[in-house]
Nanobody, 121 residues
Framework: VQLQASGGGLVQAGGSLRLSCLVS????????MGWLRQAPGKEREFVAG????????YYADSVKGRFTISRDNSKNTVNLQMNGLKPEDTAVYYC???????????????WGQGTLVTVSS
């Protein structure tokens, strides 16, 4: 499984960004998917996850109500719509694939290269 994230950039506080992740291979619908992030000097943390069929989602408390995860199994993509961005959201964002579960960073088996999101105050 290969994952490629895109869509990061520089945005002012209160702004929005939409991240996308393209997953190669035919087994995309077999995986739960998620987004995680790593800020400078900090450990990687879970942001949002979505079940195989897209019917269930889960968010970290820090982004609940501001971020929305979605997936399109026909296009092998998973997206993260980020609204109301804050400077503390600044991090490298990674998409991941998980065989079992999707609500914790430790559950993800595969990672892609990240995309940098910088939120200025």
């Amino acid at each position: 499984v290969q994952l490629q994230a895109s869509g990061g950039g520089l945005v002012q506080a209160g702004g929005s960004l939409r991240l996308s992740c393209l997953v190669s291979g035919s087994a995309f619908s077999r995986y739960n998917m998620g987004w995680l992030r790593q800020a400078p000097g900090k450990e990687r943390e879970f942001v949002a996850g979505i079940s195989r069929g897209g019917g269930m989602t889960y968010y970290a408390d820090s982004v609940k109500g501001r971020f929305t995860i979605s997936r399109d199994n026909s296009k092998n993509t998973v997206n993260l719509q980020m609204n109301g961005l804050k400077p503390e959201d600044t991090a490298v964002y990674y998409c991941g694939a998980a065989s079992r579960g999707y609500t914790s960073s430790t559950l993800y088996d595969y990672w892609g290269q990240g995309t940098l999101v910088t939120v200025s105050s």
